[in-house]
């Protein structure tokens, strides 16, 4: 007979399957429930192939009430997706189909095996600098787009983009990374060839985590044709502090010192018409935080001064750091 044994499923445990004598599905069902719904979503789909006492215990509302988030039942604009025949089906159909919400300006979801929250602030929740004059930016309808409305850079020399979430809208306990959405406009955007752009992120009154990113991708000079396997972290800080273009490095210090400071991030491709490219992380501990506490972000290239556009911006998207499974 085959043995469900519960424990935290952050540190390898959750429920695992071992051969035994002992019937865990000789147990009420509403007992098996409340077994099952102190694990995980996964774990709960992984324990219904026990039996079939078990499998109807694991896909009980009883079981995927407790992964839903509170405010799911007051959601604004749910899509018509959304299957509410039970908790379980609408657990994942948050999970595959983000809804809007804050009047369409962000969407929400969760994290498949986990259940913990994940969001994307729209273009039309971050604050632009110059977005309302149509010389330096463009608001524009792309059919790739989640959200009504994107932001299209036309020409800018001070390239600013703020955003902030409340930190009580955030799953407790856990790790998120901050990535921004966008893609170019046309074949290739202008003023963003291996110019490093500053981001920041951290809980607003302290101090936030500074890093640099590329809007576009460094490994090869246009000009030149000198390619790059990477591009160290700690050059390019060097190079900001000291207003020097960090092409002007050595080839060895440009590429020689990222086991100490890793390398500056580029974009992804994501599958879905967009790039994307992280911009920091941050921690919610199981305490949670104050009401008022907000996480703000920001990603600014101020200090070169040449003219910048040809990129378009979906927005910032906010998810949880992937947790390696435990077989």
């Not at 004598?21 to 995980?40: G, K, Q, Y």
């Not at 009154?205 to 990477?230: C, H, I, M, N, Q």
């Amino acid at each position: 007979m085959e043995q469900i044994q519960v424990g935290d499923s952050k540190c390898g445990g959750g429920i695992s399957v071992g051969t035994t004598t002992s019937r865990f599905d000789a147990l009420p069902e509403d007992c098996i429930s409340m077994v099952i719904n102190h694990t995980t979503p996964r774990d709960a789909c992984v324990v219904a192939s026990v039996s079939k006492t078990v499998r109807s215990a694991a896909e009980s509302d009883l079981v995927w009430e407790k992964f839903l988030p509170p405010e799911y039942s007051s959601l604004a604009l749910p899509p018509p997706s959304l299957d509410r025949s039970s908790k379980k089906k609408m657990y994942l159909s948050l999970a595959d189909d983000p809804v809007l919400i804050d009047e369409g300006k962000k969407s929400f979801w969760l994290e498949k095996s986990t259940g913990k929250k994940c969001y994307m602030l729209s273009a039309m929740d971050l604050n632009i600098t110059w977005s309302d004059s149509p010389a330096y930016w463009q608001w524009v309808t792309v059919p790739e787009s989640k959200f009504e409305k994107v932001a299209e850079l036309c020409n800018v020399c001070w390239f600013e983009i703020r955003g902030k979430i409340s930190v009580r809208m955030l799953s407790k306990g856990t790790h998120y990374s901050v990535y921004l959405v966008f893609k170019r406009a046309s074949s290739r955007s202008y003023g963003f060839d291996h110019t490093p752009i500053e981001t920041e992120v951290g809980f607003a009154g302290k101090e936030a985590r500074k890093t640099f990113v590329f809007l576009e991708p460094s490994d090869t000079d246009p000009r030149s044709g000198y390619g790059y396997s990477g591009v160290s972290l700690a050059a390019v800080s060097r190079a900001f502090r000291t207003r020097r273009p960090w092409m002007r490095f050595p080839r060895e210090e440009v590429e020689g010192e990222r086991e100490s400071g890793g390398n500056v991030e580029e974009p992804k491709e994501r599958g879905d018409k967009w790039s994307e490219v992280k911009l920091g992380s941050f921690y919610i501990n199981d305490g949670g935080c104050e009401d008022g506490d907000e996480v703000e972000i920001a990603i600014m290239e101020t200090q070169m001064g040449q003219w910048k556009s040809g990129l378009v911006f979906q927005g910032i998207e906010i998810r949880p750091v992937k947790e390696e499974v435990t077989k």
